[in-house]
């Protein structure tokens, strides 16, 4: 029975994110430099929906197979997929770097997907899709961030250590900062840091003009809340929303949460063409 079948006949609710819909085989494209980019993809009418996911995440989690199901009742067409290092794809995560990570979703935009789309970015994803729609302005018709996480690796990580922690990077080259969210510590690496630098949006405006919609739990204890104001005032575009979720945690995805996202993804695309 696959997923669709099922909320048919009610065996799992809406937005459950249950696994079924990620235990097919996942396509691929080749990354930059090699190795493969693990993808599932709907057809579908434009413009289009591309998830994002965090840190150590991967496209198998809660919002990412929600958003696949709401955009295929809608059919609309949608892509998410794992960057190098990360879930189904190849490539060592202590190896992963900000610009590299912005190049997979690149690569999936510029060969998975036709015409404009709706950048929908989860934490890192958040800086990730905003970094994206400055390299490809043309192909994004809206972004939507979910405690988007811009500067983070010298906002949330580097600018927070203590002492110790940065001896620690600077001698050792990483640092296994312990995971609210998994038994494995993330591994924190100088490379990570270093290269981050290169990709501070936070400092300057924000040369980015189409709708973008920032949703910020106040609850969130890895990302301020503040942040999404941040990013909001350094937009050029005038076309901006910023939603505070009071009670929201940094996940952000509860029920309610999911439907305030496919309600967002609704309303850009119901938005006339640029």
């Known amino acids: 029975m696959t997923v669709k079948h099922a909320l048919a006949e009610g065996v799992i609710p809406p937005f459950a994110g249950d696994k079924l819909a990620a235990m097919s ?20 009418a434009g413009p289009g ?11 198998t989690g809660t919002k990412a197979l929600a958003l696949e199901e709401h955009c295929r009742r809608r059919g609309r067409a949608f892509v998410r997929f794992d960057y ?18 912005r190049d997979d979703a690149l690569a999936v935009l510029d ?11 989860s934490s890192m994803g958040g800086w990730l899709a905003l970094l994206v729609a400055l390299a ?9 961030g979910l405690a988007a996480a811009a500067d983070f690796t010298q906002d949330m990580m580097w600018e927070r250590y203590c002492a110790e922690v940065r001896q620690t990077l600077e001698r050792d080259g990483v640092y296994y900062q ?21 990709h501070l949006l936070l400092r300057a405006p924000i040369a980015i ?12 204890p890895d990302v301020p809340w503040r942040t999404a104001l941040r990013i909001a005032e350094k937009l050029t575009s005038r076309d901006v929303t910023v939603t505070l979720v009071k009670e929201g945690d940094h996940r952000l995805s509860e029920p309610d ?18």
């Open 84 to 101: 190098a290092g990360h879930g189904a794809s190849s490539g060592a995560f202590v190896e992963g770097t900000i610009g590299g990570w």
């Open 209 to 220: 003009d189409c709708p973008v919609r920032l949703i910020q739990g106040m609850k969130d």
């Open 136 to 144: 490809r302005p043309e192909r994004v018709a809206g972004l939507i």
């Open 178 to 198: 312990p995971s609210a969210y998994g038994d494995e510590p993330y591994a924190i690496t100088r490379q990570l840091i270093e290269e981050g630098r290169e």
């Open 49 to 59: 929906v591309i998830f994002l996911g965090g840190f150590m995440s991967d496209m």
């Open 25 to 44: 085989k996942p396509e691929t494209v080749t990354r930059p430099g090699g190795g493969a980019i693990a993808y599932h993809a709907l057809e579908g």
């Open 111 to 121: 060969a998975v997907t036709e015409g404009p789309q709706i950048l929908v970015g």
């Open 257 to 274: 949460d999911l439907v305030r996202l496919t309600d967002m993804v609704d309303a850009i695309a119901r938005k006339p063409s640029r």
